[in-house]
């Protein structure tokens, strides 16, 4: 069964250092992969999606995620992480049977230090 | 673009009332909503997956008759919690997505209490 896997529950960085959060999934084919953050009590906002083409993506709010096949991951990186950036971030992979539901991570809840 | 809007965003009602929450795609046709229950410091939740014109499919230990959806447009579907009771408080969320692979656009959830 598909399954995408959130190492990190919990991450605290001090503002302006980088920032990566992983990611790994089981899928059979070539995923449709994403990144949502979700800010207390709001609804998931898209950071970058990743369909097929260059394995290095961008996103909104200066994010990037790169995926590897060969390891089944795919990384969300910021270089140097604003306060704002403090949040709970999503991976998720779209379902193999195209029903365009995501399966998603458990999450992983970015604490920033200033 | 690919803005959703979901209405109200907090509810507080009395147990045994019956709640209904609105999805609405503002700019794009939506083939597929989806409906999400979030507990606290968890991931989401699918509860059922609904296509404009066509009865909703609901996943595995959800209560059809207890959370009715309607899709009744390619920008609007609800979901009416029935007869709702404290268990059913929650966080629900709804995403929407036009046909063919792309992300989901998410609304901002709706904080349903009841007492």
């Known amino acids: 069964a598909q399954s995408v896997t959130q190492p990190d529950i919990h991450i605290t960085v001090s503002e302006g250092a980088s920032l990566e959060l992983r990611c790994n999934y089981s899928?059979?084919?070539?995923?449709?992969l994403f990144w949502y953050v979700q800010s207390p009590g709001q609804g998931l906002q898209l950071l970058l999606k990743?369909?097929?083409?260059?394995?290095l993506v961008q996103g909104i709010k200066g994010f990037e995620a790169e995926f590897k096949r060969s390891q089944s991951s795919f990384n969300l990186r910021k270089p140097s992480v604003h306060w704002s950036d403090a949040a709970e971030y999503f991976c998720?992979?779209?379902?193999?049977?195209?029903?365009?539901?995501?399966?998603f991570g458990q999450g992983t809840t970015l604490q920033v230090k200033p | 673009g690919a803005v959703v809007s979901q209405h109200p965003s907090w509810v507080i009602c009395k147990s045994g009332t019956s709640v209904k929450i609105e999805c609405r795609s503002l700019?794009?046709?939506?083939?597929?909503m989806f409906w999400y229950r979030q507990f606290p410091k968890q991931s989401l939740m699918l509860m059922a997956t609904?296509?404009?014109?066509?009865?909703?499919?609901?996943e595995q230990g959800v209560e059809k008759d207890k959370f009715l959806i309607n899709h009744a447009s390619l920008t609007l579907s609800t979901l009416t919690v029935t007869s709702a009771h404290p268990e059913d408080s929650s966080f629900y969320i709804c995403?929407?997505?036009?046909?063919?692979?792309?992300?989901?656009?998410f609304g901002d959830g709706t904080r349903l209490s009841i007492l």
């Open positions: 995403s929407a997505r036009v046909q063919g692979p792309g992300p989901q656009h």
């Open positions: 899928y059979g084919a070539t995923p449709y």
């Open positions: 990743y369909f097929s083409g260059d394995t």
């Open positions: 998720a992979v779209g379902d193999e049977s195209n029903t365009g539901k995501l399966i």
């Open positions: 700019d794009f046709q939506a083939t597929t």
């Open positions: 609904s296509n404009e014109g066509s009865k909703a499919t609901y």
